[in-house]
């Protein structure tokens, strides 16, 4: 089964699902026929990376007084990012229909907020990391106090990019502020910043659902439901993109926690789940979110083909089956 | 989450009053104060955010605020970096989701300005070069100038301006209330350091003498006390001068206001 491939290997390893193609085959399944489709995913995300990579450089220009702006750079631009986000929100959107020139700012705007809340979670008062995608975490190089504060100022800085960018010829303002409700929503005490909380608490095993879901459940379920509302979703299709980006963001901090948990590490941060349940339990978990997740993108039949990004990445979510941009855990 | 209200409630009694700019803005331009209470309270958590991780260790470390301990004391470092942070997600997401009868283009506008007084080129510059300067031995009045106007005059204006921006101000009247603002926020600072000087802790209701002990640059050090008072009465009628081509009535709150930021004594 795909998934013991995953536990066995190291999380760094290239593993081919077929001889040397990276594309994946995955039968689709629709509500007459199956049909068998290729997508490649890696393609598409990897490229997707690049332009957000582009439009982040862009919006976060040096001004002055330069160590913030250097700052928020060093987290936000940082090469380990894999801008799962952004490729949630971005699919989304193209699902129904939609531009993914509207959709690029909220993006944007994801890494932005996420970037934030990391910055804040590293620091010496919360889990005191040392380390982040690949670098050294934001206030062991600038300092603390600069930390906190280029997490302060990447907050409003996302809000801000979603209105000032977002043409508005294709995204109707009433719209934009159910994006911008669903993102504060998602970081603030009910969602990441709860997560967070309960996280740093030595709470009991049934804390740790609640810290998945908000810590990585919220991410998901809102880069997912934002591109939705950018794409001109109806309220239904937007339950099940909030059904599914919740499926997906748990599933895939479940799969990074069973690799780590397969390291000889000493860096294991928090309670995760395997920590409180065992690899067997959170693998069991995994499959089952796996087929939550691909249950409501069942729904979107109607889409064709459009709906096989947000498809295929439950399975990479599950499966790693490529290397993105550089892996970092 | 309690700790949000905790700083949140506790009010100095300057404090009600500043909520209020937004709402007279409005009625100013002609909107009503239930389109402005979301963006009025979306001010008080953006300040109040500020103020938690302005006090807290690595940055000013602050014991007492308005009165009390500060948040960081009572419920612990972690928790106060993560109250601020959610005060922030909170006040755009009361704005976007709780203001009514107002257009969404206007909201949007609003929510624009509020991120920019908010962010690096607002508060966070403010707080940044402040804490720069505090470790040089000069400062220049241009200097302290831009720290204050960051850390103070910014918020403020983005409450006159949203204030105005929901109200539905035009452009020039908006602009007028945006001078306005900038005078009464750097006013208020101007009052603050005088008064750093010449009054105690409990009067204050947080830690007073702190400018003096710690060597920091503030007005009566850079151009001595008298001269600072001039000052202060100098940006108050400036202030006053842009409130002139509004109806006579329909200002007198603002008015009032600047009065109020010039001649308090906490």
């Avoid at chain 1, 908000?214 to 099940?240: H, N």
């Amino acid at each position: 089964m795909a998934f013991s491939t995953v536990i066995m290997s190291s999380p760094h390893a290239y593993i081919p699902k077929t001889a040397s193609s990276p594309t994946i085959r995955r039968r689709v399944r629709c509500s007459s026929a199956s049909v068998s489709t290729q997508f490649d995913l890696r393609t598409y995300w990897t490229a997707l990376i690049k332009e957000i990579d582009q439009k982040l450089d862009d919006a976060v220009p040096v001004l002055y007084p330069q160590r913030i702006y250097e700052a928020m750079r060093y987290s936000l631009l940082a090469k380990g990012a894999k801008r799962a986000p952004p490729v949630m929100c971005v699919a989304a959107c193209e699902l129904f229909g939609g531009d993914r020139a509207a959709a690029f700012p909220t993006a944007c705007a994801l890494e932005m907020v996420h970037a934030a809340s990391l910055v804040h979670d590293d620091l010496p008062c919360m889990d005191d990391s040392q380390s982040r995608r690949g670098q050294p975490s934001n206030h062991t190089v600038f300092g603390v106090d600069m930390a906190i504060l280029a997490g302060d100022a990447l907050f409003p800085l996302g809000f801000r990019h979603i209105v000032t960018n977002t043409p508005t010829n294709l995204v109707p303002e009433s719209r934009l502020l159910r994006v911008i409700t669903e993102i504060a929503r998602a970081v603030g005490s009910t969602g990441m910043a709860a997560g967070q909380f309960l996280d740093l608490d030595d709470g009991t095993p049934n804390a740790v659902d609640f810290v998945q879901e908000k810590k990585f459940g919220e991410m998901g379920r809102c880069s997912a439901v934002c591109g939705g509302l950018l794409g001109g979703a109806s309220d239904g299709e937007i339950q099940r993109l909030r059904n599914y980006g919740q499926a997906v963001g748990i599933l895939y901090q479940l799969v990074d926690d069973i690799l780590e948990a397969k390291t000889e590490t000493d860096n294991k941060k928090g309670k995760s789940y395997v920590s409180v349940y065992g690899v067997e339990k959170a693998m069991e978990v995994a499959e089952d979110l796996r087929a939550q997740a691909k249950k409501e993108l069942d729904g979107l039949e109607k889409y064709g083909d459009k709906v096989l990004p947000l498809y295929h990445f439950v399975d990479y979510a599950v499966d790693r089956g490529f290397n993105v941009g550089e892996q970092f855990i | 989450m309690n700790l949000n209200r905790y700083s949140l409630l506790v009010k100095r009694q300057t404090r009600p009053a500043d909520p209020l700019p937004p709402c007279r803005r409005r009625e100013l331009v002609g909107g009503n104060e239930a389109m402005a209470i979301p963006m009025a309270c979306a001010i008080e958590m953006i300040h109040t955010m500020s103020l938690i991780h302005d006090d807290l260790p690595c940055m000013d470390n602050d014991d007492l605020r308005r009165g009390k301990p500060t948040n960081h004391k009572a419920f612990g470092e972690d928790t106060a970096v993560l109250a601020g942070d959610a005060l922030i997600s909170l006040a755009f997401e009361h704005v976007a989701a709780k203001t009514r009868n107002v257009d969404p283009h206007r909201v949007l506008q609003a929510i624009v300005e509020l991120g920019l007084a908010v962010g690096s080129e607002g508060l966070v510059a403010g707080q940044i070069n402040r804490r720069l300067m505090q470790m040089r031995e000069k400062v220049s009045l241009e200097e302290l100038e831009y720290i204050h106007v960051h850390k103070t005059s910014k918020l403020l204006e983005a409450a006159v301006v949203c204030g105005a921006i929901i109200g539905g101000g035009d452009g020039i009247e908006v602009e007028r209330l945006r001078k306005f603002a900038r005078c009464i926020g750097l006013l208020f600072q101007v009052v603050d350091d005088i008064l750093d000087v010449t009054k105690s802790s409990e009067e204050l209701g947080k830690t007073a003498g702190k400018d003096l002990a710690s060597d920091k640059a503030t007005y009566p050090r850079l151009m001595g006390l008298e001269r600072a008072k001039e000052f202060a009465g100098e940006l108050a009628a400036k202030a006053v001068e842009e409130l002139r081509h509004f109806d006579a009535l329909r200002v007198v709150p603002l008015y009032h206001l600047a009065d109020y930021i010039a001649s308090r004594q906490n």
